[in-house]
């Protein structure tokens, strides 16, 4: 049952000006998110300002036909994401409602998307990127917590599960690999939403890498604590990205490091029993996030950017 998964590339995001959408443009592309992987996330095409770009607009045009090809080749789907500060539309960022009418908002908005794929969305990543990374909710920036205080949390879980009973909702977040502030914000809100009889299901971690940064200390003891609780766990966005050299081209010794973090992030989820999948965030460095994101940075993937299989690939092939 353990799923290895990926970002589909594309929906209104960082490659839109250099490159057509590569879910509807690239059959290689295609053909390899069809043949390697267990599961798919859309990389951006649930999110708000995609999904939902006017009031009383929805375009589910490439979330249905993302979760048609999962349907169609037998693949799990990762609901991204319900609940967030980023990536919202205009016209709920700066529109001006009461309160009542943003909780009705985002009430509809949960019950419209999570039913429209009712049954066919494993998991679900209901809250994103909560807390900052001193485990304080970002009451500032996250317009549901500022506006609606923090007990809209949980009303999102219960919306969530009143939409498709059989989804597992999912709390998720980067820079909580470690047991650090952030993740123990997660694991006591975790905690007081479970003693609330709230339907949590999981609590996931992102895994954005750097070979920056050393590896994350104590992750698998991260992801047993929760897993302790009764949540599911999984690795939702791992990439390891790198600092280039002037070349652009990453070094062998850059290579076999990357190797090495996705080996270490997916032995350690392997070794938790509840940690069920392993999400690359997109599998070809022809469309990560990271170049754009990440100045001087890239090659985060496990394919190259003419879908040669890098180290990583077989890193997590053999770990597998
Ligand atoms: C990123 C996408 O990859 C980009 O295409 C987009 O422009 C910005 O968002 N954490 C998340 C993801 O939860 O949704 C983010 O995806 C990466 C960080």
């Known amino acids: 049952g353990f799923r290895i998964g990926t970002a589909v590339a594309g929906g209104g995001h960082h490659l839109e000006q250099d490159y057509p959408d590569p879910f509807t443009s690239d059959r290689r592309y295609r053909r390899t998110l069809a043949r390697q992987f267990d599961s798919v996330s859309p990389e951006n095409q649930m999110k708000w300002e995609y999904i939902h770009p006017e009031r009383d607009e929805y375009d589910f045009a490439m979330a249905d036909r993302i979760v048609g090809f999962?349907?169609?080749?037998?693949?799990?789907?990762?609901?991204?994401?319900?609940?967030?500060?980023?990536?919202?539309?205009?016209?709920?960022?700066?529109?001006?409602?009461?309160?009542?009418?943003?909780?009705?908002?985002?009430?509809?908005?949960?019950?419209?998307?999570?039913?429209?794929?009712?049954?066919?969305?494993?998991?679900?990543?209901?809250?994103?990127?909560?807390?900052?990374?001193?485990?304080?909710?970002r009451t500032e920036e996250n317009i549901w917590l500022r506006e609606l205080g923090p007990g809209v949390i949980a009303d999102a879980f219960r919306w969530a599960h009143r939409a498709d009973p059989h989804a597992e909702l999912y709390l998720n977040d980067y820079g909580v690999e470690s047991a650090n502030a952030k993740s123990d914000a997660y694991y006591e809100l975790s905690r007081e939403?479970?003693?609330?009889?709230?339907?949590?299901?999981?609590?996931?971690?992102?895994?954005?890498?750097?070979?920056?940064?050393?590896?994350?200390?104590?992750?698998?003891?991260?992801?047993?604590?929760?897993?302790?609780?009764?949540?599911?766990?999984?690795?939702?966005?791992?990439?390891?990205?790198?600092?280039?050299?002037?070349?652009?081209?990453?070094?062998?010794?850059?290579?076999?490091?990357?190797?090495?973090?996705?080996?270490?992030?997916?032995?350690?989820?392997?070794?938790?029993?509840?940690?069920?999948?392993?999400?690359?965030?997109?599998?070809?460095d022809k469309y990560s996030w990271v170049p754009v994101f990440f100045e001087g940075q890239g090659a985060a993937t496990v394919m190259t950017e003419d879908f040669t299989r890098k180290k990583s690939f077989f890193a997590v092939y053999d770990t597998l």
């Not at 985002?106 to 485990?135: C, K, M, P």
């Not at 076999?256 to 599998?283: K, P």
């Open 70 to 137: 999962a349907g169609r080749h037998g693949q799990a789907v990762r609901g991204h994401t319900l609940l967030w500060h980023s990536q919202n539309p205009e016209w709920l960022e700066e529109g001006d409602f009461t309160d009542t009418e943003l909780r009705s908002i985002l009430r509809d908005h949960i019950t419209t998307v999570v039913g429209r794929y009712r049954g066919r969305i494993q998991q679900w990543d209901v809250a994103n990127e909560i807390f900052d990374s001193e485990g304080e909710l």
């Open 193 to 284: 939403l479970l003693a609330d009889g709230v339907p949590l299901h999981g609590f996931s971690a992102q895994a954005h890498l750097s070979l920056d940064y050393p590896f994350p200390g104590g992750l698998e003891e991260n992801l047993r604590r929760f897993d302790e609780l009764g949540l599911g766990t999984a690795i939702t966005e791992i990439d390891v990205r790198m600092t280039l050299p002037e070349s652009g081209e990453p070094t062998e010794e850059q290579l076999d490091t990357q190797a090495d973090y996705y080996r270490q992030a997916l032995s350690a989820c392997l070794d938790v029993e509840g940690c069920d999948s392993f999400t690359i965030w997109g599998f070809t």
